[in-house]
């Protein structure tokens, strides 16, 4: 049996512009998706045993078919392999978390293993970005970058094809964050194509607050690495305010950005494709942390807790 996983992620700044060639900063996130790989019979046999939010296996179903087809094709493996999968791990499938990204690589590491075959992680990289497509349609390639390495990242997506630029960025100390999931599945195909629309209705609407994202995350780089925390969670408020501009925020989101501001967060955005899933606080030290992760939960929603820029 082939064994493999992949980190889920929060993206501190520029998703969605990440896609048209903004820098972006990822963070991986210590829950994991893993795979389970056997040679089988006759077709693809997939057991999906990730907690998820409601109705997210079924939404997900056909992306998920076309993914591991694509995958495979990528990988140069013959399409009539019989392969049973497992999926499982502690990273849930909620939209937002790179929970597609993170099952892709951790397959794609599974069944380089049950096939016996040596493929380096920029390989498995390459293969995710390619089942990515089949949930993000125009995927930057973030999320599977997050989910091969690990770590706290600064993506730029290479817009003529050639290797994206990728660094990894370090912080003095990981810093606790909460994540409060709406509940509800977004479709990450469906907001990243409104999002190319509504810019080519609006180009010089558009262009003016892509220039600000990316200036946001220039800054936001500058003051992770000085670690100015009160200034980051400031940044992060600011890029919220443009993702509501460009119309991928929900009431729900606002809700749960409100709520953790109000409990005391740095800072606090929705993170991912939007239109449902997931928010990101800043709050660093455990009480802050426990506080804004009570306040989400008393108002019936699951949380995460965990932390950025831990050293992989
Ligand atoms: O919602 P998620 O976890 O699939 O994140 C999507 C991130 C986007 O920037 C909206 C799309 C992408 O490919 O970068």
């Not at 829950?31 to 990730?50: F, L, M, Y």
């Not at 999320?143 to 990728?166: E, H, I, P, Q, S």
């Not at 709050?283 to 802050?288: E, N, Q, R, S």
Request: hydrophobic letters at 40%; one cysteine or more.
């Amino acid at each position: 049996m082939g064994k493999g996983s992949g980190y889920g992620k929060v993206i501190l700044f520029g998703e969605h512009f990440v896609v048209h060639g903004a820098p972006g900063i990822v963070s991986a996130i210590d829950s994991t998706t893993d795979a389970e790989v056997k040679k089988a019979g006759k077709g693809i046999n997939i057991k999906d045993g990730r907690k998820t939010a409601k109705g997210y296996s079924e939404e997900k179903r056909l992306q998920q078919i076309e993914s591991i087809e694509r995958m495979l094709k990528a990988m140069g493996i013959d399409p009539k392999t019989g392969l049973d999968i497992w999926i499982g791990g502690s990273l849930p499938g909620f939209s937002g978390l790179g929970a597609s990204a993170a099952s892709s690589v951790a397959i794609a590491r599974a069944i380089a293993q049950e096939l016996e075959m040596q493929i380096p992680d920029e390989k498995i990289n390459q293969a995710a970005y390619e089942a990515e497509k089949a949930y993000a349609g125009n995927p930057s390639g973030i999320d599977n970058t997050a989910a091969t390495y690990g770590g706290l990242l600064w993506f730029r997506k290479d817009m003529a094809g050639g290797a994206d630029k990728v660094e990894r960025l370090r912080v003095r100390r990981p810093i606790e964050i909460v994540i409060g999931s709406t509940g509800k599945v977004a479709n990450t195909k469906a907001m990243v194509e409104a999002v190319a629309e509504r810019k080519k209705k609006n180009p010089a609407k558009y262009d003016m607050i892509f220039k600000q994202a990316e200036n946001l995350a220039i800054a936001g780089r500058k003051t992770l690495e000085a670690y100015d925390l009160k200034k980051l969670g400031e940044l992060m408020n600011e890029n919220h305010g443009l993702l509501q501009q460009i119309e991928v925020s929900s009431k729900e989101l606002d809700t749960l950005v409100d709520l953790s501001r109000k409990q005391g967060a740095f800072g606090a955005k929705l993170t991912g494709g939007g239109g449902g899933g997931c928010m990101v606080a800043l709050t660093p030290g455990k009480d802050l942390q426990g506080r804004v992760a009570s306040a989400i939960k008393n108002a019936g929603l699951e949380v995460l807790s965990t932390k950025i820029g831990v050293e992989k």
